[in-house]
T-cell receptor, first 113, second 110 residues
Framework: DGGITQSPKYLFRKEGQNVTLSCEQNLNHDAMYWYRQDPGQGLRLIYYSQIVNDFQKGDIAEGYSVSREKKESFPLTVTSAQKNPTAFYLC????????????FGEGSWLTVV | EDQVTQSPEALRLQEGESSSLNCSYTVSGLRGLFWYRQDPGKGPEFLFTLYSAGEEKEKERLKATLTKKESFLHITAPKPEDSATYLCAVQVEGFNKFYFGSGTKLNVKP
């Protein structure tokens, strides 16, 4: 089945540690996105990528990094510079056209311990 | 400033009691308005896309409508399995700029 796979579902980070969240899609979508969701707030865009080897910062990119070496993959690294990383992280993808629908993965929970 | 506001924040209904959720937006250059359903601990599930004022779309007990300033998600005779958070998003400025509302948490009691 086509879809977006995020892993791991649950991740714990120690202070000062970098962690990487995986996102893979087999929908043949050009664009991929990372969003952060906090309780009671809307989704906030961290990074997005329209094509391989290119990506742009979203509204809350500080403390995060991404890569796009393959069309299917868009991993997100939460660095130690992100001071409040505990949140639900959502990866999404879409085709590249105006009015395109974005589709989401099942999400990853990151908790600082 | 572009903004999306959903109301109410939470809604409790009895099974069979119809109601509507609201998504109001103040954006320039609307390219599309999207509704999603999100269950606890899961990613949002796509429901509808609306592109222009006057457009309507239906799926089972759900009907989405769009005006120039807001969208409504009408729920007719809801069932407990309709309980979820419903998210609204708008797309502006081309392909990749989306603004999300904070959602309406719907609880349908049997």
């Amino acid at each position: 089945d086509g879809g977006i796979t995020q892993s791991p579902k649950y991740l714990f980070r120690k202070e000062g540690q970098n962690v990487t969240l995986s996102c893979e899609q087999n929908l043949n979508h050009d664009a991929m996105y990372w969003y952060r969701q906090d309780p009671g707030q809307g989704l906030r865009l961290i990074y997005y990528s329209q094509i391989v080897n290119d990506f742009q910062k979203g509204d809350i990119a500080e403390g995060y990094s991404v890569s796009r070496e393959k069309k299917e993959s868009f991993p997100l690294t939460v660095t130690s510079a992100q001071k409040n990383p505990t949140a639900f992280y959502l990866c999404a993808s879409s085709i590249q056209r105006t009015g395109n629908t974005i589709y989401f993965g099942e999400g990853s929970w990151l908790t600082v311990v | 400033e572009d903004q999306v506001t959903q109301s109410p924040e939470a809604l409790r209904l009895q099974e069979g009691e119809s109601s509507s959720l609201n998504c109001s937006y103040t954006v320039s250059g609307l390219r599309g308005l999207f509704w999603y359903r999100q269950d606890p601990g899961k990613g949002p599930e796509f429901l509808f896309t609306l592109y222009s004022a006057g457009e309507e779309k239906e799926k089972e007990r759900l009907k989405a409508t769009l005006t120039k300033k807001e969208s409504f998600l009408h729920i007719t005779a809801p069932k407990p399995e309709d309980s979820a958070t419903y998210l609204c998003a708008v797309q502006v400025e081309g392909f990749n700029k989306f603004y999300f509302g904070s959602g309406t948490k719907l609880n349908v009691k049997p």
